[in-house]
């Protein structure tokens, strides 16, 4: 069975056919050719493959293609808003909180996911919404330092604004 | 300690990497993120069984699935004769090669593959597979070095013959190497100790780990050229031996580097890319295939498993007068395993008059092994430095103490052979003794370890082209896959010899086309040899650019100097030239500024780290946690402090998995149990704290700017600084990894049945 699919995906509104077994993430990558988002199991244990789902954090490997009806998906491709950075993107480069990089855009939009909710996190709340995420480069030591330079730099922000 | 002031502009500097935005945007392309028009997905069959002769395979069945388009087997594959080959910096025998990527008479693991199918779609494609009939007859496996050592152990290759003298009447056996090394008189020397202490230890398979499974495109045209899309540690190795297992021309081969998403030696080989090929070929379409993470873990190369046995006596002033170890390592289905590489590096930080190493490269029915990190170091140094915590305390002496003590220098005869240059394992014992982690108070259950490693640095070759625009930016054109930020050491040596700002270059890794040959990223050499290339090459563009300043000028090129990325007349009277400049008038002055380095880099230097680690066990459930971690290294000089610490970091945070979780295990079947990021715990940011570093720069002089390799000894010490950190705390030493809370939990039971102290293993 296929369906067609309408959603919103990193604020364009997409439409799309899928096979009913097809889960979001082979969606996002093999039919609208959105490959930032990646896959390292399949099975919902490395996070490499996260997305926001009407904001909620998501492993798009375990969600059905079909279940995003209606719903608006960001990806990694969606952080950055036209040409500026999200802060958390920019944090990563600042912090050299990537390695080869795989991990990267599952770690940014878990991070996101935390921040859209808590903007002043301690190290531990930084280490527990990420531990859904492996990152097998970096001991994760940069990744969490650049989380809290991100929420610093948002809250300081926010301040300002 | 990275000294705050430097001779240099960029070198040292934190700069943001080149690659970077296209990683936090999701731009940048890996290995499974090429997408080509009429594209077809492949799979792969893989053994069920751990040990079989093929008799039939009847593929009539799966080409009548609809969708299916090329059915590939051993048939497909031409034979290749036993050649052993150096690959990069370990050594390959290209017939191993070719059957461990497609079997042949055999399947000698679960998960070994037995035939490629492409078709349209993936469940096409799975269906054809599903199809196919494969005939075994299955015959017993051995799983363990203990089983395949066994007197009547099912032999695996009826034509392996041990290099030893008794070999020949032995007959074939699993003992595929033995790795002799002997330097003194050992045993008169344990005679002569004042403590001799000898321990077994016993160490599980683990993988690699890295987040992005193999990946290829291959699209292979009706002139028999094929375009290969992959990612791994050395797109030139993977033409390489792409091209000998298929009997190709590697000229036939271009093979494009994707980004790679981690590799840590298990990409140092090939699995799919000859598939690919062979199946793009024979359907006229370009073939995906990509590993699913259990394939992953069936099919790509743990790290080996291993049996240790070390002894070390040591005078009561602390001197060690004599060492032995014997080493067991499981190579897999293939032999080839890092022992010959334990061996050399076992005792190799130390200054030990009499040495006795034997290692044994054992084959079995389990995936072939690959390189991981570091090979064979890391097991080498859980046991001899394990040993060594007990010689210091044997001696009341403190643990750093008694490395200092031992510890090899400039001058030094190493145990593998040559006399070391200038290195900095004393440095990095120091930075740890200095260090405030070595003083702070620990509390009730709470213990520290210490521990050091060592590991060479691999030179081999490396090619590196500058182009010098008409903007006066410059292109690196690399041809060694950068993994952890080498392209911004590249770019910061580049803007150093240039003179320009580090955002005027721009460093692409190229395909095997655009640049000349390059080994692998492994061996932690590409900053060191690769960044040589580029060195090199920059200084023939400034040799260039003085040249056409001279032409401009119309002076002698020995009056023009380089200096601040200008060309400066020695008299101070001509206005100075930028490179920008220079190269708006490059068309008038000689033509377009380029230059190409193609060398072998000499000089490599060698590395140490030292580390100590604060746990806390919790003695009702054996879970240890690490409290706190600090790691020095000697990295010669840090080009990028940042991608150090990273290397650093990530070699400490892949020992701690190794430590305390990490594991092959397998049933009677010889069917991985674990075979899922779930099962096989790797750590995660909530199981580790902030890993402190402390880079430390014993210049290496035969780099010049005195880069040590800095992507691997990080691994070498860390098991043992954990288990010498758990045996502080609990008084109990463990010999097996991983250290899991199961294993702990037992042996403090085991204690409190006996009510002493004693250590177990
Ligand atoms: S790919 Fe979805 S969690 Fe790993
Ligand atoms: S940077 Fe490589 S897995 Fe995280």
Redesign the pocket.
């Known amino acids: 069975m296929r369906s067609h699919v309408t959603c919103t995906i990193n604020g364009d509104e997409v439409e799309f056919l899928v096979d009913d077994r097809q889960t979001l993430?082979d969606a996002l990558r093999d039919e609208l050719q959105l490959t930032g988002t990646?896959?390292?199991?399949?099975?919902?244990?490395?996070?490499?493959?996260?997305v926001l789902i009407d904001g909620r954090l998501n492993?798009?490997?375990?969600v059905f293609a079909r279940e995003v009806e209606g719903a608006d998906v960001l990806t990694v491709e969606g952080l950055a808003d036209a040409d500026h950075l999200h802060p958390i993107q920019h944090a990563f480069l600042e912090g050299a909180a990537l390695q080869c990089g795989i991990c990267t855009p599952g770690l940014l939009v878990a991070a996101k996911a935390l921040l859209d909710r808590n903007l002043k996190p301690t190290e531990e709340e930084v280490r527990y919404a990420i531990a859904?995420n492996l990152c097998r480069c970096t001991g994760y030591d940069k990744v969490v330092r650049s989380i809290l330079d991100a929420a610093a730099e948002m809250r300081d922000s926010a301040v300002v604004s | 300690m990275t000294a705050d002031v430097t001779p240099y502009k960029w070198v040292g500097t934190r700069s943001i990497r080149p690659d970077g935005l296209e990683k936090v945007t999701g731009r940048a392309r890996f290995g499974a993120d090429y997408h080509l028009p009429g594209m077809l997905v492949g799979v792969v069959l893989r053994s069920p069984h751990a040990h079989a002769t093929i008799r039939s395979i009847d593929t009539s069945a799966a080409l009548e699935v609809p969708g299916v388009k090329a059915v590939i087997t051993r048939d497909d594959f031409p034979e290749i004769t036993s050649e052993e080959a150096m690959s990069g910096e370990s050594v390959v025998d290209y017939r191993d090669l070719s059957r461990n990527i497609m079997a042949r008479d055999k399947v000698l693991y679960i998960g070994h593959p037995v035939a490629a199918i492409a078709a349209t779609t993936r469940r096409a494609a799975e269906e054809g597979a599903r199809a196919i009939a494969v005939d075994y007859e299955v015959h017993p496996h051995v799983l363990t070095v203990d089983e395949a050592m066994a007197p009547d152990a099912p032999i695996l290759h009826h034509d392996l013959i041990t290099n030893d003298p008794e070999a020949e009447t032995r007959g074939p056996s699993n003992v595929g190497k033995r790795h002799f090394f002997d330097r003194g008189n050992v045993r008169a020397a344990f005679d002569e100790s004042d403590v001799v202490i000898e321990r077994e230890f016993k160490i599980r398979p683990v993988h690699q780990g890295y987040i992005e499974p193999h990946a290829v495109v291959a699209d292979t045209d009706e002139d028999g050229r094929s375009v290969v899309w992959c990612s791994s540690q050395g797109h030139f190795l993977v033409r390489t031996l792409t091209a000998t297992v298929l009997k190709w021309e590697p000229s036939r081969l271009k093979v494009v580097p994707a980004e790679i998403g981690g590799g840590f030696g298990g990409k140092t080989t090939i699995y799919l890319e000859p598939l690919a090929i062979i199946l793009s070929a024979r359907a006229g379409r370009p073939v995906k295939l990509v590993m699913s993470r259990q394939e992953v873990f069936q099919a790509s190369g743990p790290n080996p498993g291993a049996r240790v046995r070390v002894t070390i006596g040591a005078n009561s002033d602390g001197t060690i007068i004599g060492a032995e170890a014997w080493m067991a390592f499981e190579a897999g289905a293939f032999p080839g395993s890092a022992v010959g590489a334990a061996c050399q590096t076992v005792f190799a930080p130390y200054d030990i008059p009499n040495v006795g190493i034997e290692g044994l490269d054992v084959v079995l029915n389990t995936p072939k092994a690959a390189a991981y990190r570091a090979p064979g170091a890391p097991i080498a140094a859980f046991a001899v430095e394990t040993v060594l915590d007990e010689v210091a305390e044997a001696l009341s002496l403190d643990p750093i103490e008694l490395r200092y003590r031992n510890a090899a220098e400039e001058g030094v005869a190493s145990t593998y052979g040559p006399t070391f240059k200038r290195i900095g394992f004393k440095e990095t014992l120091e930075a740890i003794r200095s260090h405030a982690h070595h003083a702070a108070p620990l509390k009730a259950n709470q213990g520290r370890g210490v521990a050091s490693g060592f590991w060479f640095n691999a030179g081999l070759d490396s090619t590196a082209t500058v182009n010098i625009h008409e903007d006066g930016t410059a292109s690196l054109l690399i041809g060694s896959p950068d993994i952890g930020g080498s392209r911004a050491s590249m770019a910061l040596m580049a803007a150093e010899e240039l003179g320009i700002d580090q955002e005027r270059i721009r460093p692409s890794i190229v395909d095997t086309d655009s640049v000349g040959f390059n080994d692998v990223t492994g061996g932690s050499r590409t900053t060191f040899a690769t960044g040589m290339a580029v060195v090199e090459a920059c200084r023939d563009v400034v040799a260039t650019a003085r040249q056409r300043a001279a032409t401009l000028w119309a002076v002698d090129v020995e009056e023009v100097e380089w200096q601040g990325g200008r060309a400066q007349h020695l008299s101070g009277s001509k206005p100075p030239l930028t490179l920008t400049e220079i190269a708006r008038s490059a068309a008038k002055t000689g033509g377009p500024i380029a230059a190409t380095a193609a060398l072998t880099a000499r000089g490599v230097g060698v590395a140490f780290s030292t580390q100590i680690c604060d746990v806390e066990v919790d003695p009702e459930t054996g879970h240890v946690k690490i409290l706190r971690y600090t790691i020095a290294q000697d990295a010669g000089r840090a080009i990028h402090p940042s991608y150090v610490e990273g290397q650093m970091q990530g070699g400490v945070a892949q020992g701690i998995g190794w430590a305390l979780n990490e594991e092959y295990v397998y049933d009677e079947t010889g069917r991985m149990e674990n075979s899922s990021?779930l099962d096989y715990r790797m750590p995660v940011a909530s199981d580790l704290p902030m890993i402190d570093t402390v880079i430390v720069e014993v210049p290496n002089p035969g780099h010049p700017y005195g880069v040590r390799g800095v992507g691997e000894v990080g691994i070498v010490p860390t098991t043992a600084a954990i288990a010498n950190a758990i045996y502080d705390a609990t008084g109990i030493r463990m010999r097996e990894l991983p250290m899991s809370a199961v294993r702990v939990h037992s042996a403090i039971e085991r204690r409190s049945d006996d009510g002493t102290r004693t250590p177990v293993g």
């Open positions: 993430l990646k896959e390292g199991c399949a099975t919902g244990d490395c996070g490499a493959c996260s492993c798009s490997c375990l859904g | 990021f």
